[in-house]
């Protein structure tokens, strides 16, 4: 030990070892008996302090019209917006003239989940979701097709509103 | 009733030292899930309760894990010590149990049968014996894995354990001065007579208390693994069953420290405010009674430690060196001159200690012990180096205002 070490002592009131441990000792017996905050995480996924925010932003979703046909245009604003470049987007036209997406493909493994796809869309066709499970044997499980992004059941994510920031 | 001899003697020597080591590995498995839900429960978590019912069959599936998981072998490991290690650090752990009376003496056809692996009349020595070899696992573990951390531990472990051994046996001293016998049996029955040792030598019981946490390498005394510094202490680089026999020495002796606190100082398997439990005749329910009665007792003291683990912080290592030498040492010493003057003083020819022996040590002690704390309380001896700057910074004051 270096003689030099400087501290500054404290009254011996505030630096008892045995009073401290003792206190530290009835502190975490009181902990023992105290309600668990654990969420037990397959079974229960919300709690009532706890649920998943409605702006999560998690696996994509494609909006359908009442026609059933996905509200996509091709107009091809997603894969110019996407940062991870993970949409695959070929165009086609049908006989009035109507683009549809011949092939729209979302790569989940690739995606960052930043929500630019769902803002930029101007047929609010492409969301985000508030979903987190997804597990898949392989890497090609992965790649979303279109019949497989407009079966999504779960909700859409809100993204963030610049009118309500703190999403109140 | 005779105790048992012979031929018969051999077999069920045999029978209780498979039956004492499955108990043990019982107790230590189940043990391994107390302190994670312990631990769990104190942090206001749930802790692992997926396994079987409330995650009772956790330590099976850790168990089965550490069977089938890789047995890693560090390429510039000598081979030979890090291989022997874990037994040596086992084997001890497992033996030290051998001489803790459990229960009542046990009628069988063939005889009475003590509740007790091996009645040595030696008892607390052999303890004292083997439980100092357990040390040659750790500081083998330590250098023979060729890692600087595992060394670091293992050259810890040996300090720690060197000193605290001296408390340990010297703490011990008073009881046995006291009960006027080293047989744990004797000492159990002596308690039975008069009055739990915790009472008249309550000071050796904290100080035996103590040193027992620094020997079981558990916190706030577990520098020889101390994971925030040392990785894993000198069972870094150990995996799957070797690691598993580490973690189950460490269990075994803390299972054996707290049998053995609760025969020196509370009573043994005693029932307390009742005598018909240490009377003849021997009967298969007063076996059975005792036997619940020991294992309550032991089982606090290991909840204890999982206790104090989750509240008390690590020691710096000159705090832990401080702490044995310049406190539990001289203390234990004193106290041994102390109830050595007292046995003395106090004895009267053909009468053993009683009751009454008992309360007037007791009294002494509380007297004793208000210093004792106080003394230990007021930062004057664990202060280390902040005690050591606030000293000098008053001299230089002083100096200066002269």
Redesign the interface.
Known sequence: ?P?T??????P?TE?????A?LH??A???K??L?????M?YPEEKSSATWTISSRYRGTHRMAVDETGKAKCVACGLCPQVCPANCIKLIPGEDEQGNRYPLVYEIDEFRCVFCGYCQEVCPEEAIHLGVHYENAEYGREGFVYDLKRLMAQPHEMSTLWDPADPKGE | MKWVTGSAFVYLSAVKILAVFGLLMLIIAFWTLVERRGAAFIQNRLGPNRVGPGGLFQPVADGLKNFFKEETLPPFADRALFVLAPMMAFIPAFLTFSVVPFASPLPTPWGLVRMQVADLPIGFLFILAISSLGVYGFVLAGWSANNKYALLGGLRGSAQLVSYEIAMGLSAVAVLVFAGDISLNVIVARQQASVWFVLPLFLAFFLFLVAAFAETNRLPFDLPEAESELVAGYHTEYSAMKFAMFYLAEYSNMVTASGLLVCLFFGGWDIPFTSWDNTAPWTVWKTLATFVAFWAKTLFFLLLYVWVRWTVPRFRFDQLMDLGWKVLLPTALGYVIFIALATWALEVPGHEFGVREGLILAAANVVLGYFFFRVLDRNRVLGGPANRGRKLWRASAARRRS
């Not at chain 1, 630096?15 to 009073?19: E, G, K, L, Q």
């Not at chain 1, 105290?34 to 654990?38: E, N």
């Open positions: 030990m003689i070490v400087k501290t500054v002592g404290r011996t630096s008892s070892y045995v009073r441990a530290g000792m502190l975490t017996f902990h023992l105290q309600p668990k905050w654990t037990q």
